[in-house]
């Protein structure tokens, strides 16, 4: 099983700041790694997809980076709205995985 | 628009069984792989199982391996998850949510909003 691990777990951050999260695959998975952004009580949210591929109607100031082992989730200039949990996914071999999650507050 | 909602959440016993339902809307079902995503209360996603897009392939994590089915009937454009030997660690809420088209791996694009499946005496 490839396991995903995220750093920060959590990271309490000022509004324009930029922010930057990392998941670390145990092993390579190519460029098959995808973002995701939960808010309490709301399903989870696609940001990112194949490491850096942009999602439509996504905000342009996330970004994605990385391929075979590291890989980078990027906010640029952080708004308030951007309070949530962040998950890294695996689709690169079964069983597919997830990061265990980067919470962000915002101060 | 893409809609998935799930049902068939609620209070069973140990050793219990329980069907998930996740019915599709907005999208033409049977081109699209599916998974089954869960989420312990104030825990983390983890992945559960997915099905191929004619229902012909399936896979499943370890811990539900033997005691979980993932089926889907696609005229019904519905998607299914057979929980048997139900314990107390499968309590969380099952999200439904719908993969790649046409082909494995690939990002999970929409969720549905969740059932809760709660395992407890």
């Known amino acids: 099983e490839i396991v995903l691990t995220q750093s920060p777990d959590f990271q309490s951050v000022t509004p324009k700041e930029k922010v930057t999260i990392t998941c670390r695959a145990s092993q390579s998975i190519g460029s098959s790694l995808h973002w995701y952004q939960q808010k309490p009580d709301q399903s989870p949210k696609l940001l990112i997809k194949?490491?850096?591929q942009s999602i439509s109607g996504v905000p342009s100031r996330f970004s994605g980076s990385g391929s075979g082992t590291d890989f980078t989730l990027t906010i640029n200039s952080l708004e308030a709205e951007d309070a949530a949990t962040y998950y890294c996914?695996?689709?690169?071999?079964?069983?597919?995985?997830f990061g265990q999650g980067t919470k962000l507050e915002i101060k | 628009e893409v809609q998935l909602v799930e049902s068939g959440g609620g209070l069973v016993q140990p050793g219990g069984s329980l069907r998930l339902s996740c019915a599709a809307s907005g999208f033409t079902f049977s081109s699209y792989w599916m998974h089954w995503v869960r989420q312990a209360p104030g825990k983390g996603l983890v992945w559960v199982s997915r099905?191929?897009?004619?229902?012909?392939?399936?896979s499943y994590a370890d811990s539900v391996k033997g005691r979980f089915t993932i089926s889907r009937d696609n005229a019904k454009n519905t998607l299914y998850l057979q929980m048997n030997s139900l314990r107390a660690e499968d309590t969380a809420v099952y999200y439904c949510a719908r993969g790649r088209v046409g082909a494995r791996g690939g990002a999970i694009d929409y969720w549905g909003q969740g059932t809760l499946v709660t395992v407890s005496s």
């Open positions: 996914h695996q689709s690169s071999s079964l069983p597919e995985t």
């Open positions: 099905i191929n897009s004619d229902g012909s392939s399936t």
């Open positions: 194949y490491a850096s």
